[in-house]
Nanobody, 115 residues
Framework: QVQLVESGGGVVQPGGSLRLSCTASRRIFSLYAMGWYRQVPGKEREWIASIRNSGHADYADSMKGRFTISRDVAKTTVYLQMNSLKSEDTAVYYC?????????WGQGTQVVVSS
């Protein structure tokens, strides 16, 4: 059973913006902290940001300022707004749901930043 469905990736020019979406089942959305990660081939998956049920958000230091995580309770969807994109932001972006030792991952969505 698919728990997390991502969308919103694509190709964007440097300096542009994209918004990624991750729709979760209602059970997952209500119980789990939601987050975003990214991965470049040959490198480890990198944490970007997380948001708790309270709405409190945390960010990796390197992601602060350009990336914003948010959630829409009615739509059981978490968003990642990405601004001022750079070529080094090119990666596969993954949605994550975590609660204690339980983890779910989305299928990933590709973001390419290129002129």
């Amino acid at each position: 059973q698919v728990q997390l469905v991502e969308s919103g990736g694509g190709v964007v020019q440097p300096g542009g913006s994209l918004r990624l979406s991750c729709t979760a089942s209602r059970r997952i959305f209500s119980l789990y902290a939601m987050g975003w990660y990214r991965q470049v081939p040959g490198k480890e998956r990198e944490w970007i940001a997380s948001i708790r049920n309270s709405g409190h958000a945390d960010y990796a230091d390197s992601m602060k300022g350009r990336f914003t995580i948010s959630r829409d309770v009615a739509k059981t969807t978490v968003y990642l707004q990405m601004n001022s994109l750079k070529s080094e932001d090119t990666a596969v972006y993954y949605c994550n749901a975590q609660r204690f030792e339980s983890n779910f991952w989305g299928q990933g969505t590709q973001v390419v930043v290129s002129s």
